[in-house]
């Protein structure tokens, strides 16, 4: 099946520091990528759908300034958290779509997950 | 606004059958997606319908009636890894997810 790797896997940063996390698909090419974060024993939050070569779209409550996405490619995405606190420790998933079959079809991938520790 | 329910807890017996539901209000509809999700994993894609009608992938079925606003998906032959929780989206009409807060399927001997 379709492969989407994240990386790093797990980060460990201080606080006023920024991460960048890569979520890339290896075999296919993704016009969307997708961002989550998820904090234990709940669900998935998406924080915003990357489209290549435009600007992502933000959920309400996630500050774009923080979370600066940018979608390069059509294989690559970009999550840096700028100035990160220990609040926005988590885990941060990223999936892509990949059209299959006709127009209207789509199979979603999602990477691994990076686990993100600020202290 | 938009809304994705589905059961928080279910409970079922190795070898046997579960459905879990999935009942959703969206602004629109461009397909529905189940995901598995083990503690600590990130999710795993397992089906995504469009059109009504159901939809069999081994021991996973899925089904959607969109008239309804409503799916299920159907698991046969419990084995005690499929505990996990499963996570139902839609896509909606700016081709967003949105998110089920996920079942909790506990599979007891």
């Known amino acids: 099946g379709a492969v989407v790797s994240q990386h790093p896997s797990r980060v460990i940063c201080k606080s006023g520091t920024s991460v960048k996390i890569e979520c890339r698909s290896l075999?296919?090419?993704?016009?969307?990528m997708f961002w989550y974060r998820q904090f234990p024993k709940q669900s998935l939050m998406l924080m915003a759908t990357?489209?290549?070569?435009?600007?992502?779209?933000?959920e309400q409550g996630v500050e774009k300034d923080k979370f600066l996405i940018n979608h390069a490619s059509l294989t690559l995405s970009t999550l840096t958290v700028t100035s990160a606190h220990p609040e926005d420790s988590s885990f941060y998933i990223c999936?892509?779509?990949?059209?299959?079959?006709?127009?209207?079809?789509?199979?979603?991938?999602f990477g691994p997950g990076t686990r993100l520790t600020v202290t | 606004g938009q809304n994705i329910d589905q059961p928080t807890e279910m409970t079922a017996t190795e070898g046997a059958i579960v459905q879990i539901n999935c009942t959703y209000q969206?602004?629109?509809?461009?397909?529905l997606f189940w995901y598995q999700q083990h503690a600590g994993e990130a999710p795993t894609f397992l089906s995504y319908?469009?059109l009504d009608g159901l939809e069999e992938k081994g021991r996973f079925s899925s089904f959607l009636s969109r008239s309804k606003g409503y799916s299920y998906l159907l698991l046969k032959e419990l084995q005690m890894k499929d505990s996990a929780s499963y996570l139902c989206?839609?896509?909606?009409?700016?081709?967003?997810?949105?998110w089920g807060a996920g079942t909790k399927l506990i599979i007891k001997p």
């Open positions: 999936s892509a779509l990949r059209a299959s079959g006709g127009s209207f079809s789509y199979e979603q991938y």
């Open positions: 075999d296919f090419q993704a016009t969307t």
């Open positions: 990357s489209n290549e070569g435009s600007k992502a779209t933000y």
């Open positions: 969206t602004s629109g509809f461009n397909g």
């Open positions: 319908n469009v």
């Open positions: 989206a839609v896509m909606d009409s700016n081709y967003q997810l949105i």
